[in-house]
């Protein structure tokens, strides 16, 4: 239980610190209530449940109410770090062997998927843009910004943004 208090300590104030960076003054409290944050917090919930066997079927409701409530899918299994912020999550899919570092932003409509029984692995502070698709067995670098609309099917090495269709990787300044 201690693990999950800490990552999502780690969501609330990650998710601050963008508000802040954009010039927004937030109050945890506000925080709480912005859209994003129960998806945040109902996918923690469902992963720690799905860690213990005799508590998956409460992963699996979770998951859905995650659905539901939310309008998006995250796999029970899908391994974030601390930091995971889900801005605006209608849309969002992403698979249950997806393994993710600490500080990854999710915008709307974003599929992070399967592909012949490999997903994606993400480093840390990757953005990933309305509408992105990340699938297959790709690694996606450190300090990566994927676009809006953007289609990942190969590798996109640290430090780069990843725009297009397919997308092509170029250094950030």
Known sequence: ?????SL????FDRKLEIFLEDGAKMSLLRILFT???SANVIQR??????KIKLLSPFALLFQHFNRIYNGCTIGTKATFAGGLV???PSGVVINSKVIAGKNITIESGVVIGDEKGFSPKLGDNVFIGSGAKIIG?????NNVKIGANAVVVKDVPDNCTALGIPASSRLNN
């Open 35 to 37: 859209d994003g944050t």
């Open 137 to 141: 067995n790709v690694k996606v670098g």
């Open 45 to 50: 919930l469902a992963f720690e449940c799905a």
């Open 86 to 88: 889900l801005m605006h």
């Open 8 to 11: 999502i300590k780690s969501d």
């Open 1 to 5: 239980m201690g693990n999950f208090l």
